[in-house]
């Protein structure tokens, strides 16, 4: 029977897959629905972030306190530095991820219209794209 630490991480390769298709799936296709939030998303990568963690972390001190060698060594430990890998792949896209997410709560917080915040943004609020276009004003002569 293979240990609790190997069992996890064939889960977490499974629950990989799941995480993937929704993440893929659920953007191209249900844009429009509930299930295309960008919590949600920032939810299940996280989520799998964690779960990578903590499985390569349980696998490498497992591996720690063993004296092995062989094949089966050799491939667990491999296993261990896979899980770190994929940790980080999952850590950067979150970190990625989550920037965007919080930016643009963070910018309709501070910048919203009838805010008292002392940081508003230096262009009017308006619906329009356009810029501005200031008032043509009299060629002033010089004196002489």
Same mark, same amino acid.
């Given at each position: 029977? #293979?240990?609790?630490? =190997?069992?996890?991480?064939?889960? !977490?390769?499974?629950? /990989?897959?799941?995480?993937l298709i929704y993440l893929i799936v659920v953007p191209a296709r249900f844009s429009? /629905? #509930? ?10 990568? %996280?989520? /799998? ?22 094949? !089966? ?5 491999? #296993? ?8 980080? =792949?999952f850590d950067t896209n979150c970190s990625i991820q989550k920037s965007f997410s *919080?930016a643009d709560d963070l910018v309709c917080f501070l910048f919203a219209t009838g805010?008292? +915040?002392? *940081? ?5 609020? +308006? %619906? +329009?794209?356009?810029?501005? !276009? ?11």
């Amino acid at each position: 029977m #293979a240990p609790s630490q =190997v069992n996890w991480l064939v889960f !977490v390769s499974a629950w /990989t897959l799941l995480a993937l298709i929704y993440l893929i799936v659920v953007p191209a296709r249900f844009s429009d /629905t #509930a299930a295309h939030h960008k919590f949600a998303i920032l939810g299940v990568e %996280t989520l /799998t972030m964690l779960f990578w963690f903590a499985g390569f972390v349980a696998l490498a001190v497992f591996l720690s306190n063993r004296v092995c060698f062989g094949h !089966v060594c050799a491939a667990a430990k491999a #296993a261990a530095v896979f899980g770190a890998f994929e940790w980080y =792949v999952f850590d950067t896209n979150c970190s990625i991820q989550k920037s965007f997410s *919080l930016a643009d709560d963070l910018v309709c917080f501070l910048f919203a219209t009838g805010s008292s +915040s002392p *940081l508003r943004p230096p262009w009017p609020s +308006s %619906t +329009s794209f356009e810029p501005a !276009v200031a008032p043509a004003t009299e060629a002033r002569r010089i004196p002489t």
